[in-house]
C-alpha cells in the first residue's frame, strides 16, 4: 500500500497564490505518475496536472499558464504551484500516484479563492 498525505490548502483572496505538496510512503517502487485532481462542489473530479518520472507534464486547459506541477524523485514529493487564483479555483484538491501494480489517491486538501 502507498500512502498519500496532502498539505497546503487553505483559503486565499481571488488572484492569490497557494502551493500544495504531496508525500508519498509506504511500499513504494518505482512511481511513474504523480499528479493533482480537483473536484468542486456538485461536480465531477477533474485533472489539474500530471507530472511523468521523465518530467512530461499535462495541464488542464483552465489552468495553463497559472498552475505548476513539480516533482521531488527523491523526496517521493509532488507540489502544485497555484497563482493567480480564481474563485471557480475553488475545490477539494487530491494527490495521485501511478506506479506498477496500481494507483493510489490521497485524502485530499481544501483549496478555497474567494471573490
Known amino acids: 500500500q502507498v500512502q498519500l498525505v496532502e498539505s497546503g490548502g487553505g483559503l486565499v483572496q481571488a488572484g492569490g497564490s497557494l502551493r500544495l505538496s504531496c508525500v508519498a510512503s509506504?511500499?513504494?517502487?518505482?512511481?511513474?505518475?504523480m499528479g493533482w485532481y480537483r473536484q468542486a462542489p456538485g461536480k465531477q473530479r477533474e485533472l489539474v496536472a500530471t507530472m511523468t518520472s521523465g518530467g512530461e507534464t499535462n495541464y488542464a486547459d483552465s489552468v495553463k499558464g497559472r498552475f505548476t506541477i513539480s516533482r521531488d524523485n527523491a523526496k517521493n514529493t509532488v507540489y502544485l504551484q497555484m497563482n493567480s487564483l480564481k474563485p471557480e479555483d475553488t475545490a477539494v484538491y487530491y494527490c495521485?500516484?501511478?506506479?506498477?501494480?496500481?494507483?493510489?489517491w490521497g485524502k485530499g486538501t481544501l483549496v478555497t479563492a474567494s471573490s
Open positions: 495521485r500516484v501511478v506506479q506498477r501494480g496500481g494507483y493510489y
Open positions: 509506504g511500499s513504494i517502487f518505482s512511481i511513474n505518475v
